[in-house]
């Protein structure tokens, strides 16, 4: 059971400005040569088993060079700014295929991999498929459009660049938890109306027999100790809205719109480009994430092309309500582990 609403500002690392973020270099993590070359062995190993990558657990890739920057990239994640960026791969030595190897082997050390829409992907590539974003079933990573701040529905959010586009695609961050300071400071009768939650749509991935749209997930939640977590994607509600034909209260649509543009808000909103071999890691109730629009290039070899990774990690914070946690994460085919549905499989076979 969640605990009373949070009426103390949030002071812990993870509620952060703009300022504070481009001061702090911790959470910029480069890589070294021995480091890279763990990886490059580690990544030979599983090749010459000819393991597919949702067969490959923490042994399997083993990278002792990187305890050090793992156990770094584990404490940004659940006690320090809530993202780490890990830089200095050069991307362009693999191919595809290896690409989604060393991006599960390393993701293995933070979390278990789950699935990410209908077709049950573990990793999913965001690139632009030529649809319109606002259509019905239409999700954000299959389209070049600007999206607002949001966050995955998982524990985890990794994201690996492999190409950029000919022009825009900027990530842009923000601290859900500064956001819920500005929201104590200036509009303290929103946050029993966010903590209450929205109704998902769920963009047509929901299973036999499931409903359309979720029940109402809170936007915060707070636990006992205080702990405040976060999740929250307006175009999901806003879908829901068409789909039920139930429309936002004049009190619920104000609520939302102070928090989108907070997030937009200069003193927080940390924006930057995700380069080629950018890897970038990222607790999903903390550190809300969106994209400026962005040109692509005509040579579909040269596109923008990022993988996408959703991991579970049960100790990562504490959430004590299970509806923020899985309310918008397990339906469908989304939120399996690859045991989950590969053991599946194989049972089915």
């Not at 632009?128 to 459009?145: E, F, S, T």
């Not at 509600?237 to 939302?256: D, F, H, N, V």
């Not at 504490?318 to 989950?340: C, M, P, S, V, Y």
Request: hydrophobic share 40%.
């Amino acid at each position: 059971m969640a605990g009373p609403i949070r009426l103390q500002p949030i002071t812990e690392p993870a509620a952060w400005t703009r300022a504070e973020m481009e001061a702090d270099p911790s959470w910029r993590i480069r890589l070294t040569p021995p480091q890279i070359a763990a990886l490059d062995r580690a990544l030979a190993a599983v090749k010459v088993r000819g393991l597919p990558f949702h067969a490959i657990a923490p042994a399997d890739f083993p990278l002792p060079e990187w305890e050090v920057l793992l156990g770094a990239v584990r404490h940004q994640l659940a006690w320090g700014r809530g993202v780490a960026l890990l830089q200095g791969l050069q991307v362009e030595r693999y191919s595809d295929a290896d690409a989604h190897l060393l991006f599960w082997g390393i993701g293995t050390h933070l979390g278990q991999g789950v699935t990410q829409n209908a077709a049950a992907e573990l990793i999913a590539g965001v690139y632009d498929r030529g649809l319109r974003y606002g259509d019905p079933d239409v999700r954000a990573y299959q389209v070049n459009a600007e999206l607002s701040m949001h966050c995955d529905n998982s524990d985890i959010v990794g994201l690996f660049c492999l190409r950029q586009a000919k022009a825009g695609g900027e990530t842009l961050l923000a601290s859900a938890l500064a956001i819920y300071n500005r929201i104590l400071a200036e509009h303290p009768e929103y946050l029993p109306l966010l903590h209450s939650g929205f109704v998902y749509d769920r963009k047509g991935e929901q299973g036999e027999g499931e409903p359309p749209v979720s029940q109402k997930i809170p936007l915060f939640s707070t636990a006992r100790d205080g702990t405040v977590s976060a999740r929250y994607a307006r175009s999901y509600i806003t879908q829901a809205e068409w789909r039920t034909g139930i429309r936002l209260s004049p009190l619920e649509k104000a609520a939302l719109d102070f928090f989108d543009c907070t997030a937009l808000d200069p003193e927080l909103l940390l924006e930057s480009h995700l380069q080629p071999g950018d890897m970038e890691f990222a607790n999903n109730y903390t550190v809300f994430h969106a994209r400026r629009g962005y040109e692509d290039h005509a040579d579909p070899a040269r596109r923008r092309h990022m993988l996408r990774l959703w991991l579970q990690d049960d100790a990562l914070r504490r959430i004590e309500d299970d509806q923020l946690r899985f309310g918008f994460t397990r339906f469908g085919n989304h939120g399996k582990t690859a045991r989950e549905l590969h053991g599946a499989l194989e049972e089915a076979r």
